[in-house]
């Protein structure tokens, strides 16, 4: 969060009197998991399982179960992009979200599975978990940039 607000004030610092500089922030869950499912897109209303589809995983659309043994760079597994063409939204790292795993818990959500998990922490709807003190090198984040009117 610490990386989201330097950025935050650093674009609203280079932004001109006539833009409206975005805020970067954590996404929530729900936010997470509705660009890594889509909005249900299939004729029942059912979220994808898979970011890129209902295909089970495998070694050309995600880093996951230690099949490179590494984080990747981003972009590394174009054929696991979500249908919007998001990248990454499962396997290479597990990303922290802005939400508390429970009402009065300091564990935060983390989503998409890692490179040394296993497949099925890649399914779209898993939830996962980590202290906010507990340092890896198998967690990341993304961030959300959101236009706030009025500031």
């Not at 006539?18 to 997470?32: C, K, Q």
């Not at 099949?67 to 990747?72: E, I, L, Q, R």
């Amino acid at each position: 969060q610490t990386y989201c607000l330097w950025l935050s004030i650093l674009t609203q610092k280079t932004a001109t009197a006539s833009e409206t500089a975005p805020v970067y922030r954590l996404p929530n869950e729900i936010e997470w998991e509705w660009a890594a499912a889509g909005d249900r897109e299939k004729e029942n209303g059912a979220l994808r399982t898979y970011p890129w589809g209902e295909t089970g995983p495998n070694d050309k659309l995600a880093n996951y179960d230690g099949n490179v043994g590494a984080t990747t760079p981003v972009g590394r597994y174009p054929d696991g992009a979500t249908p919007e063409g998001l990248q990454d939204m499962a396997g290479n790292v597990w990303e922290w979200c802005a939400n508390t795993w429970a009402d009065n818990d300091q564990a935060r959500v983390v989503r998409g599975g890692s490179f040394s998990y296993s497949s099925v922490f890649l399914r779209c709807a898993y939830r996962g978990r980590f202290n906010p003190d507990f340092r890896n090198h198998f967690s990341g984040f993304r961030v959300v940039a959101s236009q706030v009117s009025g500031l």
